[in-house]
């Protein structure tokens, strides 16, 4: 009650926040007579000039208001396009470092250009960080004309660029990319052995588009390097042995969930195996130094009791294959992940293949906050604030639009089932179409597309790939001649241009567009067609006088269909089920209604769709049986939208709470890999590392001593025979302890300083056989690769931890501070083992008398799954780089496998990678594979 009195009287924090911008808009708005009457070289020439002053000590804000207005006129010069007033307070937010929410068709991309140019001026770099390739190129390419204007250069960092150009891109003034190749490129950067060979050159400023997107649906999976690991199949068939000595008593099953745990006796038990074949020498194998031994125990448990041969798989030309559970075929080429496929390779006796491991890996939320500034756009991120502002530390800023919204958002319709639901969407399309209004279908899921698609189908309507040649004419056509069109086009294709052209046309009268996801499309569905969209595509080779008369008839066309559909009602948005987010749900509606055009949107929901399930559909169902609902009606009140929204809130806290949940465990690796970054670029940025390779060797003699001489005690109580041993081992010296020992008056402080004395003094003089120069040069070397390999091991050991430390709850103690206090163990054993091991490798190293050659990164594969379809997206990229260059021709567009392959030759299976069972064989036969080369034996 208080509140919103307040909020009467005073304004909300959003309104008064804008009135703070008021007085720079104005100003920005009087200097716009004077901008405008300077030459383009003069207006160019204010980029040196706002440097200088940033040299001289002023500050960027200080030039906020001049710059702006200077960015402002150019794009007026470069593209056509001026800055609104709104626009203009969107990049004073973006400058500070918070989140413009901005609704669709309020020209984000455009409002990006004053940050970026503010922020350039320091010379630090800007990134721009986008959704997809197609944006990043298109982006830098548009917006690009206004800052090369303005005397800046530009790059753009896409899916298959080497180093070289890389580094280009990265040391422009503004480097446009998506999230995907900025956070590979920060995690290959740190795995390179030189600072030259690095590419990127710090985290200053970034601008997120869609970044809700971004920093909120794509963060819930890390980015990972991975590579084939060490050859560790000797372990694999040890642990595999053991397996069948164990009794029923010692593990449990639980086949329905695929699980099988040790039981007490069966930790007992297995701790005493691995004892007597030397894999587990001390402590209790739930120490965290044996964690991965845990780990292998658990995958070689599940391959002999839960996986079964020719049924979950078949052993073929030596070869452990899967059968799908689903269809019963074998699928070639597919492995088990976390070592499961290796225990069963150990478990059938053929060759154990090394599994890939991660090598490097980083949460996109954890990347992110690397920036010292950060800031976002994008049409819908007030309903995450709250996680906006705890995560990444950003205030979400509502901008208002140019003109007033005039949109019409009608109540849900709520049917039983759905099957009624379809049929209701299919009248009201059908009721849409007969006007000739454009019509944009939103669902949740491929899936859904589809099963929408056949009904349609079912209704004479055609479906037709508005990305093929001349599907666009009869668009067109249908649109000229008024009359409804009876077919649709279903936007799941995985390349982005072509979706960007099928969104471009979605607001052709007539026009019917079922779509997924209109999350980061980063193309408005503008009234009539989008007319740089039809200009780039026919007016294609055309010059001089053809090319202006087919753009005047071009924009002729638009505009009499500009105005069909504004007689029609503008674009209808359609909805056919409510997303566990509400921001999912506005981004569609907001593709409606852009800069003051009317427009549309109704939700149809039935008590089957998956949000409603959880939220207790079944006594709502029973309820309006005895109501007398008769099929095909449906519920319509405000009071049913609200408490979708009270529903819609409670999953959205229940995702924020599972997504905080993960940060909170990786941000203890996150904190380790900043130190072994950090480090890393020390060591590569010194001449050096003679000292440091000093106090390692230090650090191992006292911890030799430490371990073999207690603190005051009498020489007798010395373990001198094991320090000798361990003396011989690390330091590569046979000296005579025993004799030193019988010295009266020794203590372990002076055997400590012997011992660094005589290490220091036969360091030197294998430093001087091998020259000081190649030593220095050995000594980073070594140094490096022993912390990438070290580092990648305890990569693997806090995955294996963190998939077992959830049991600690079982004993009523908190996961997280278990998690913490074992992963600091685990990193100070690193640290210990670190300089163990580069002190034993260079107390031995012995050079010829050439230069060695420059290490190399080891192979490696990026990842980033899609949490939305589960479908790698770097992949995806590959697969689509190689389609556009004219490399192959794929099988199965919709497939994120498509043939990755090159052409195959009948001759040589090797090369024809994976193949459909019901594809023709490419040795030529003329039969399918299933009959041929793949029949099962």
């Not at 530390?393 to 639009?401: A, F, G, M, R, S």
């Not at 249908?478 to 279903?490: D, I, L």
């Not at 600690?808 to 990193?827: C, H, I, T, V, W």
């Not at 420059?854 to 594969?861: A, F, I, T, V, Y």
Request: aromatic residues 6%; charged residues 25%.
């Amino acid at each position: 009650m208080l509140g919103s009195l307040a909020k009467k009287i005073f304004g909300t924090a959003n309104e008064r926040r804008l009135k703070t911008y008021g007085p720079r808009v104005a100003a920005i708005n009087a200097l716009e007579p004077e901008v405008a009457a300077l030459s383009d070289e003069a207006l160019r020439a204010r980029t040196d000039a706002f440097r200088a002053q940033l040299a001289a000590g002023a500050k960027m804000n200080d030039l906020l208001v001049p710059a702006f207005a200077t960015v402002r006129e150019a794009a007026l010069r470069a593209i056509g396009q001026r800055h609104f007033d709104v626009q203009l307070i969107g990049g004073m937010v973006l400058n500070e470092g918070s989140i413009a929410e901005m609704r669709t068709g309020e020209g984000k991309t455009l409002v990006a250009t004053l940050a970026c140019y503010l922020n350039a001026l320091s010379g630090m770099g800007v990134h721009v960080i986008t959704v997809n390739d197609y944006l990043a190129r298109r982006d830098s390419e548009n917006m690009g004309r206004i800052y090369n204007f303005l005397g800046l250069s530009v790059g753009v960092i896409v899916h298959g660029l080497d180093d070289a150009e890389r580094a280009r891109a990265y040391a422009a003034d503004i480097t446009y990319g998506t999230n995907n190749e900025f956070g590979f490129d920060y995690l290959r950067d740190n795995m390179k052995y030189e600072l030259s060979q690095m590419v990127q050159r710090g985290h200053v400023f970034a601008i997120v588009d869609e970044v809700d997107s971004i920093l909120i649906d794509e963060a819930r999976t890390p980015l990972i390097i991975s590579g084939p690991s060490d050859d560790r199949s000797d372990l694999y068939q040890s642990i595999d042995k053991l397996i069948p000595k164990l009794v029923a008593a010692d593990y449990e099953l639980d086949e329905k969930q695929r699980t099988s745990s040790l039981t007490e006796a069966g930790n007992e038990h297995i701790e005493q195996l691995l004892g007597e074949i030397g894999l587990l020498t001390d402590g209790s194998l739930y120490e965290a130094a044996n964690v991965t031994l845990v780990h292998h125990v658990n995958q070689a448990l599940r391959a002999h009791k839960l996986f079964q041969r020719d049924k979950d798989y078949i052993v073929r030309d030596n070869e452990v294959v899967i059968i799908d559970e689903f269809t019963g075929r074998m699928m070639p080429g597919r492995r088990y992940s976390e070592g499961q496929h290796q225990a069963l390779e150990a478990k059938e006796g053929v060759q154990v293949q090394p599994e890939n491991v991660t090598l490097a890996s980083i949460t996109f939320q954890n990347y992110f906050r690397l920036y010292k500034k950060l800031a976002g756009m994008t049409g819908t991120a007030s309903t995450e604030s709250e996680e906006f502002a705890e995560i990444y530390k950003l205030d979400v800023v509502e901008i208002p639009t140019n003109m007033p919204i005039v949109r019409i958002d009608s109540d849900d319709e709520v049917y039983r089932t759905g099957t009624e639901k379809l049929a209701a969407i299919v009248t009201e399309i059908e009721a849409a179409n007969a006007k000739a209004q454009p019509l944009l279908v939103g669902t949740t899921s491929i899936e859904k597309s589809e099963q929408l698609a056949d009904f349609l189908k079912s209704k004479g309507y055609k479906m037709i790939d508005f990305g093929a040649p001349g599907a666009l004419d009869k668009l067109y056509a249908s649109a000229r001649s008024g009359k409804p069109s009876k077919n649709f086009a279903v936007l799941n294709a995985r390349f982005h241009e072509q979706e960007a052209y099928i969104v471009a046309e979605a607001g052709v009268p007539g026009a019917i567009t079922i779509a997924t996801n209109m999350a980061g499309r980063g193309t408005d569905i503008q009234l009539g067609g989008n007319l740089d969209m039809r200009l780039k595509q026919e007016c294609q080779g055309l010059e001089g006088e053809a090319k202006d008369a087919r753009e005047q008839v071009i924009r002729a066309e638009i505009a009499d269909f500009k105005q069909k559909a504004l007689a029609a009602g503008g674009l209808y948005i359609i909805g056919t089920e409510r997303h566990e987010s509400r921001r999912i749900d506005n981004q569609l509606r907001g593709r409606a209604g852009r800069q003051g055009d009317p427009g549309k949107s109704k939700f149809f929901l039935s008590l089957q769709d998956d949000l409603m399930r959880i939220f207790g559909s079944e006594r709502m169902d029973a309820m309006l049986r005895k109501l007398g609902l008769q099929e095909g009606e449906a519920i319509i009140h405000p009071w049913i939208n609200k408490a979708l929204e009270k529903a819609q809130q409670k999953v959205e806290a229940r995702n924020f709470d599972m997504r905080k949940n993960v940060l909170k465990f990786d941000n203890v690796m996150n904190d380790q890999r900043k130190v072994v970054f950090e480090q890393r670029r020390d060591m590569m940025a010194q001449e050096s590392l003679e000292e440091t390779i000093r106090e390692m060797r230090h650090g191992v003699v006292e911890d030799l001593v430490a371990a073999h001489v207690p603190h005051d005690a009498y020489p007798e109580a010395w373990d001198i025979a094991g320090l000798s041993e361990q003396v011989k081992a690390q330091l590569n010296m046979d000296l005579p302890l025993a004799d030193w020992a019988k010295e009266e008056g020794i203590a372990d402080e002076e055997l400590r300083e012997r011992l660094e004395k005589m290490s220091d003094e036969a360091y030197a003089a294998r430093e001087q056989a091998n020259s000081p120069d190649i030593t220095r040069y050995i000594e980073k070397q070594v140094l490096l690769q022993t912390l990438d390999h070290l580092w990648r091991e305890h990569l693997v050991v806090l995955d294996h931890l963190r998939q077992v430390i959830g049991w600690r709850g079982m004993a009523q103690r908190d996961p997280l501070n278990e998690y913490k206090s074992e992963a600091f163990e685990l990193f100070d054993a690193l640290i210990t083992r670190l300089r163990e091991v580069v002190t034993a490798q260079l107390m031995r190293v012995e050079v010829a008398h050439e230069r060695p050659a420059d290490p190399q990164l080891p192979p490696m594969h990026a990842s980033h799954v899609d949490p939305l379809t589960g479908e790698d997206e770097l992949a995806l990229a590959q697969i689509n780089a190689r389609i556009a260059s004219g490399d192959f021709t794929p099988r199965a567009l919709g497939s994120a496998e498509a043939s990755l392959a090159p052409a195959r030759d009948p001759n040589d299976s090797a090369t024809w990678g994976r193949i459909g069972r019901n594809e023709p064989c490419p040795c030529g036969s003329g039969k399918k594979f299933k009959h041929c080369h793949g029949v099962i034996a």
